[in-house]
């Protein structure tokens, strides 16, 4: 199956502003589901204030046919913003006299370009999980950092071939350490080298024999350092020791079924994740204090990629420093004030021209960028947005 990653960026803990948000448009809640319930101050809609609403800057846009976008987006905390697509390679976007300016970096070392992830590591250089043979690759798959002294990719050293076939999640803890997800490993990876080296944080696999975890998706830090991980039929994991021990989270209320492809956390510390049942993907769930997990995406479920015939996931769950949770789905851009109701948001974008593209959102712990695809079939543009707050 072709799992997509998601490209978890580093969130901050900074005071919250009064953010504008569009108003929702709620539909009914489902029969015998648990839902949030807002005031209209908390529901993302216009500010009380009456402020600006703010929009979304165009900082790359490519239609100059060299550009062929990819489904992958990471940001440095420099602002440095990186691109991957597939058999293309890796877009360094570098921020020049008020404008940013795109270039391909070389494609030395590489021993595929069959991309899985996309992430940065503690000194800002972006690190890339590629693939293995049972996805087409015509190498093995690993992670690679990119040496910007060298200007080439170095594989990094890994405890066995079969960890980083399908590496899928990138994350830097507070302490700079890097931990990747393993993919169909079942392992959760560190390297507190930059990325160079990783040994094995956990392994899932050992507690259960067999394919009780299968593939891991996703890892996020919360306050309090609570970390999380999500794994293959609906089972979560969470740390409170930077990922020496893990115990599981109780999510008896979700059922059986759906992959936790997105994690992320609100700004008051509520652990958030995002599962697919079959071929609906709106899915979103909320660790509540007082009332347990409840359903967490009001205001999704009208989205269009509710009604298409791909499966399109909520692989990224974004926490802005001003405290907004942010998610893509494919046909739109989302934020919420709580993570519990959402409203859309692509003031500034010009949607009749581009769509977004569900894993190409991040943070570089300042702004929240976006990646879009022209909606029309073509390959051969793309664009880059960001937004900073209001």
């Known amino acids: 199956m072709d799992v997509p990653s998601a490209d978890v960026g580093v969130a901050r803990d900074v005071p919250t502003a009064d953010i504008p948000r569009p108003p929702p448009d709620a539909p009914a809640a489902d029969v015998g589901v648990v839902r949030d319930v807002l005031t209209a101050v908390d529901a993302p809609g216009i500010p009380a204030d009456g402020g600006a609403p703010g929009a979304w800057e165009l900082i790359g846009n490519f239609d100059n046919g060299l550009w062929q976008w990819g489904p992958y987006l990471a940001a440095a905390p420099d602002g440095t913003v990186y691109v991957a697509r597939s058999r293309v390679g890796v877009y360094r976007g570098t921020l020049r006299d008020g404008r940013y300016t795109f270039d391909l970096l070389p494609t030395t070392g590489l021993t595929n370009l069959i991309l899985s992830s996309l992430g940065v590591n503690d000194l800002g250089e972006p690190l890339l999980g590629c693939w293995g043979a049972m996805y087409g690759a015509s190498g093995p798959g690993s992670i690679f950092r990119f040496n910007r002294a060298a200007g080439s990719w170095v594989a990094s050293t890994i405890p066995a071939p079969g960890y980083t076939r399908s590496a899928s999640d990138f994350l830097v803890a507070r302490d700079g350490s890097v931990f990747a997800t393993g993919g169909w490993a079942a392992v959760l990876l560190r390297s507190t080298d930059h990325g160079d080296t990783f040994s094995v944080a956990y392994n899932f696999d050992a507690e259960h024999p067999g394919d009780r975890y299968g593939f891991l998706f996703s890892v996020a830090v919360g306050p309090g350092d609570e970390m999380f991980v999500g794994a293959e039929t609906a089972s979560f994991q969470h740390s409170f020791d930077n990922g020496r021990t893990f115990t599981p989270v109780d999510t008896a209320p979700w059922g059986a079924r759906g992959n936790p492809y997105g994690a992320g956390f609100?700004?008051?510390?509520?652990?958030?994740?995002?599962?697919?049942?079959?071929?609906?993907?709106?899915?979103?769930?909320?660790?509540?204090?007082?009332?347990?997990?409840?359903?967490?995406?009001?205001?999704?479920?009208?989205?269009?990629?509710?009604?298409?015939?791909?499966?399109?996931?909520?692989?990224?769950?974004?926490?802005?420093?001003?405290?907004?949770?942010?998610?893509?789905?494919?046909?739109?851009?989302?934020?919420?004030?709580?993570?519990?109701?959402?409203?859309?948001?692509?003031?500034?974008?010009?949607?009749?021209?581009?769509?977004?593209?569900?894993?190409?959102?991040?943070?570089?712990?300042?702004?929240?960028?976006?990646?879009?695809?022209?909606?029309?079939?073509?390959?051969?543009?793309?664009?880059?947005?960001?937004?900073?707050?209001?």
Not at 300 to 320: G, K, M, Q
């Open 266 to 390: 609100t700004q008051s510390g509520d652990a958030l994740f995002s599962r697919n049942i079959d071929a609906d993907p709106t899915k979103i769930y909320r660790r509540d204090a007082a009332r347990g997990w409840v359903r967490a995406d009001l205001g999704l479920e009208r989205d269009d990629f509710n009604h298409s015939s791909i499966a399109v996931w909520v692989h990224n769950i974004l926490l802005a420093p001003w405290g907004e949770n942010f998610i893509v789905t494919g046909t739109s851009i989302y934020r919420s004030r709580n993570g519990g109701a959402w409203g859309p948001f692509t003031v500034g974008i010009d949607t009749a021209m581009y769509r977004v593209v569900p894993n190409a959102i991040a943070s570089d712990g300042r702004c929240i960028y976006v990646g879009l695809q022209p909606v029309a079939a073509r390959t051969d543009i793309g664009a880059a947005y960001r937004y900073c707050g209001r």
